[in-house]
């Protein structure tokens, strides 16, 4: 009997998971089943391109797994059963069931709204690529001198700005931060983002909190307004609400709470990687929901998984961070060098060549998703029937 492993979301990280352990693992002892909602794989690191009308790279989930032994099947994933070891799904061939021995979740996460007033009726995001297209074409109608606020001054708002900025220096684009601006940053760092938003005429407001979105302006905290014909809420994100539902140990945050290998704290035969994931990183921190953290929790996650099922060595993949990578629009960006636990430290790279490095970057990781068996060694066990049984049972500590 085939041992069945269920993936689901195939976004940076479940894609990465599926295709590593189509290569640790022969074919004819597991059945890889890959589910996603949307028929490709989208790269979330480039809504903000999507969004201001740049064109990405179809990239068919189909075509990327062909010949790797892990079936694609597209639909939408409605709810998990742990303890009955169930997915439900539905798509265009109605509702079905899908049974599984191991699942790995991964259905990363959308934008968070936070339930400030207003901000389902009138603000865009850009957190996936319903949301990117929808801005898009909002951003296409909006004539020169109208207003564009972006709230949030974390990674994603800044680089939502200066590429709004960028590509529509007709409009006038601002960013609403809830503290000072890139605030965590080198003072290199710090004083290039001045610099960039300067010079492409992004208004800073530092230090607000937006409390309401209308339809032409925001509110702050204290009353002031700041028109806005267009708002991108860029507060961070949030998981959806699937793995809540379940019986699985969620925080707070409704992200599975995992161990060090990925795996869930209350059910042995569930692993969740990505934004979904609760994991502890470098200096006891909860990972940052990004590819960054997200890559290396995928492989880690595959390779735990492959070593469980077939007796093997659990393995260890240093989860941790290198730098911080902004893009400020498409000339320009920033590499901000960290600590492995995400704090920055003076180095940073600013200009063209960041810009490029980011670009590289982003290939890279898309590379990485696309070719998912390319490049990896192939280390293909025996699954033995005693190691799958074992694999659903928590090791002693
Ligand atoms: C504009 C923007 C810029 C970013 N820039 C960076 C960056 O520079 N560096 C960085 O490290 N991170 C960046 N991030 C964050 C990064 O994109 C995410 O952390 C990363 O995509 C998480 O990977 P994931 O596999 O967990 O989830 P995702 O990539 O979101 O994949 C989830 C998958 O699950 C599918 N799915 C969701 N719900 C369902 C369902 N119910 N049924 C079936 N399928 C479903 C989705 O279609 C998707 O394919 C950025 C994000 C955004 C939005």
Same mark, same amino acid.
């Given at each position: 009997?085939?041992?069945?492993?269920?993936?689901?979301?195939?976004?940076?990280?479940?894609?990465?998971?599926?295709?590593?352990?189509?290569?640790?693992?022969?074919r004819?002892?597991?059945?890889?089943?890959?589910?996603?909602?949307?028929?490709?794989?989208?790269?979330?690191?480039?809504?903000h391109? @999507?969004?201001?009308?740049?064109?990405?790279?179809?990239?068919? @989930?189909?075509?990327?797994?062909?010949?790797?032994?892990?079936?694609?099947?597209?639909?939408?994933?409605?709810?998990?059963?742990?303890?009955?070891?169930?997915?439900?799904?539905?798509?265009? %061939?109605? %509702?079905?069931?899908?049974?599984?021995d191991?699942?790995?979740?991964?259905?990363?996460?959308?934008?968070?709204?936070?339930?400030?007033?207003?901000?389902?009726?009138?603000?865009?995001?850009?957190?996936?690529?319903?949301?990117?297209?929808?801005?898009?074409?909002r951003?296409?109608?909006?004539?020169?001198?109208?207003?564009?606020?972006v709230?949030?001054?974390?990674?994603t708002?800044?680089?939502?700005?200066?590429?709004?900025a960028?590509?529509r220096?007709?409009?006038?684009?601002?960013?609403?931060?809830?503290?000072g601006?890139?605030?965590?940053?080198?003072?290199?760092?710090?004083?290039?983002?001045?610099k960039?938003?300067?010079?492409?005429?992004?208004?800073?407001?530092?230090?607000?909190?937006?409390?309401?979105?209308?339809a032409?302006?925001?509110?702050?905290?204290?009353?002031?307004?700041?028109?806005? %014909?267009?708002?991108?809420?860029?507060?961070?994100?949030?998981?959806?609400?699937?793995?809540?539902?379940?019986?699985?140990?969620?925080?707070?945050?409704g992200?599975?709470?995992?161990d060090?290998?990925?795996?869930?704290?209350?059910?042995?035969?569930?692993?969740a990687v990505?934004?979904?994931?609760?994991?502890?990183?470098?200096?006891?921190?909860? @990972?940052?929901?990004?590819?960054?953290?997200?890559?290396p929790?995928?492989?880690?996650?595959?390779?735990?998984?492959?070593?469980?099922?077939?007796?093997?060595?659990?393995?260890?993949?240093?989860?941790?961070?290198?730098?911080?990578?902004?893009? @400020?629009?498409?000339?320009?960006?920033?590499?901000?060098?960290?600590?492995?636990?995400?704090?920055?430290?003076?180095?940073?790279?600013?200009?063209r060549?960041?810009?490029?490095?980011?670009?590289?970057?982003?290939?890279?990781?898309?590379?990485?998703?696309?070719?998912?068996?390319?490049?990896?060694?192939?280390r293909?066990?025996?699954?033995?029937?005693?190691?799958?049984?074992?694999?659903?049972?928590?090791?002693?500590?």
């Open positions: 009997m085939q041992h069945r492993i269920v993936v689901l979301g195939a976004g940076y990280t479940g894609a990465i998971t599926a295709g590593r352990l189509a290569k640790r693992l022969r004819e002892d597991v059945a890889i089943t890959l589910v996603n909602a949307e028929p490709d794989f989208v790269e979330r690191v480039r809504m391109q @999507l969004a201001t009308g740049q064109r990405l790279r179809p990239r068919p @989930l189909g075509e990327m797994f062909a010949g790797t032994g892990v079936e694609v099947r597209i639909a939408k994933v409605t709810g998990v059963d742990a303890d009955r070891r169930t997915v439900s799904v539905t798509g265009a %061939d109605g %509702d079905g069931e899908l049974a599984y191991t699942l790995v979740y991964a259905l990363g996460s959308g934008w968070n709204p936070q339930g400030v007033p207003g901000t389902a009726e009138h603000a865009y995001e850009i957190a996936g690529r319903p949301g990117a297209l929808r801005l898009r074409e951003l296409a109608r909006l004539r020169a001198g109208q207003t564009v606020v709230v949030g001054g974390g990674l708002g800044l680089e939502a700005a200066a590429e709004i960028e590509a220096p007709d409009l006038d684009v601002a960013i609403a931060a809830g503290d601006l890139g605030d965590w940053l080198s003072p290199k760092g710090r004083e290039h983002l001045r960039v938003f300067a010079r492409l005429g992004v208004t800073v407001h530092e230090h607000v909190t937006v409390a309401s979105v209308e032409d302006r925001v509110v702050t905290a204290d009353g002031t307004a700041i028109p806005a %014909d267009v708002t991108v809420w860029a507060t961070g994100f949030a998981v959806h609400p699937i793995a809540k539902a379940t019986t699985l140990e969620v925080a707070d945050t992200q599975i709470v995992v060090g290998t990925l795996r869930s704290v209350s059910h042995p035969d569930v692993y990505g934004d979904a994931a609760m994991a502890m990183g470098p200096g006891n921190k909860p @990972l940052r929901m990004s590819c960054a953290s997200g890559t929790s995928a492989w880690q996650a595959a390779d735990a998984i492959a070593a469980r099922l077939t007796g093997g060595k659990l393995p260890n993949v240093p989860i941790r961070y290198f730098n911080q990578c902004v893009s @400020l629009g498409r000339r320009d960006g920033l590499i901000q060098v960290v600590t492995a636990d995400d704090r920055a430290v003076r180095a940073a790279l600013t200009g060549f960041a810009a490029f490095y980011k670009e590289l970057v982003c290939k890279g990781a898309a590379w990485g998703v696309a070719n998912p068996t390319l490049g990896l060694p192939a293909r066990r025996p699954v033995t029937h005693k190691q799958a049984a074992s694999s659903a049972v928590r090791e002693p500590a």
